[in-house]
């Protein structure tokens, strides 16, 4: 009880009260490891169901047509992979890697470009996410080349 008495008091101080911070942060990031593994292998799970639905239904001929939605499942398991990356790295250093971020979201716009339906798109929309990539690689290339220079 008188433990508990300090603690309480000690959140009063900016050092107490940091430390309290760091807890919780940390505590959030182990859920949403935990979390992020159960939806890694609900989507894997969902990807098996997916293609032996689409290999055994399926015409011969018609795989192809779905063949951009197997890649697009196979993307998001590889996105939320890296989700669980950007989660762990953070757990290590507590420090969150704008390289592994960056990343991810190169993933995920790829991924739309990849499953896009040429057909219902805009020009717009095609110009946009090329605009997406082209900055999102100029970032990686930025942060790229300052992480080498410092580990120098």
Avoid: C, W
């Avoid at 008188?2 to 919780?24: A, Q």
């Avoid at 590889?78 to 993933?107: G, K, P």
């Amino acid at each position: 009880m008188k433990k508990l008495f300090k603690g309480i008091l000690g959140l009063g101080s900016d050092e107490g009260f940091m430390h309290f911070i760091e807890n919780i942060e940390v505590i959030v990031s182990k859920v949403l490891s935990v979390l992020m593994v159960f939806v890694i292998l609900a989507a894997i799970g969902d990807l098996g169901v997916f293609l032996i639905r689409e290999l055994f239904d399926t015409p011969y001929g018609k795989f192809n047509t779905t063949l951009f939605k197997i890649f697009g499942l196979f993307l998001n398991i590889l996105i939320a992979l890296e989700i669980l990356e950007n989660i762990t790295a953070y757990l290590r250093r507590h420090v969150f890697q704008v390289e592994l971020v960056i990343v991810t979201s190169l993933i995920a716009v790829s991924r739309k470009i990849i499953i896009l339906d040429l057909e219902k798109v805009t020009g717009i929309d095609i110009i946009g996410l090329g605009i997406a990539v082209l900055a999102l690689s100029i970032s990686y290339l930025i942060i790229r080349s300052s992480n080498s220079k410092q580990s120098r």
